[in-house]
Nanobody, 124 residues
Framework: QVQLVESGGGLVQAGGSLSLSCAAS????????VGWFRQAPGKEREFVAA????????YYADSVMGRFTISRDNGENTVYLQMNRLKPEDTVVYYC?????????????????WGQGTQVTVSS
């Protein structure tokens, strides 16, 4: 099993920045990729970004391309999401997710491990 713990959410003004962290523990050698998803109340979880654990290949949703950067520190078993030029519509709960199998899908049901989520609020 793998445990994921997010941190770094909070309140920021529009145009500002936040950095989220996702710390992995347990059988981290089984992780192929880690993704960030976000979910607004009453809506499905939306893909934000993902990174492959070993090679570090990155993938982004069009809505965050050029504003968000995903990275990882294998030594620390941590994945980061640097969010710049934040907009009020980025206000949602962000989740970290781990996937065991090869591939980097953009649908949440294809990820095996989930963190508890962290709230990001962007004020206008």
């Amino acid at each position: 099993q793998v445990q994921l713990v997010e941190s770094g959410g909070g309140l920021v003004q529009a145009g500002g920045s936040l950095s989220l962290s996702c710390a992995a523990s347990g059988r981290t050698f089984s992780i192929y990729a880690v993704g960030w998803f976000r979910q607004a109340p009453g809506k499905e979880r939306e893909f934000v970004a993902a990174i492959t654990w070993c090679v570090g290949s990155t993938y982004y949703a069009d809505s965050v391309m050029g504003r968000f950067t995903i990275s990882r520190d294998n030594g620390e078993n941590t994945v980061y999401l640097q969010m710049n030029r934040l907009k009020p519509e980025d206000t949602v709960v962000y989740y970290c997710a781990g996937r065991r199998w090869i591939g980097v899908p953009r649908t949440s049901n294809e990820y095996d491990y989930w963190g508890q989520g962290t709230q990001v609020t962007v004020s206008s």
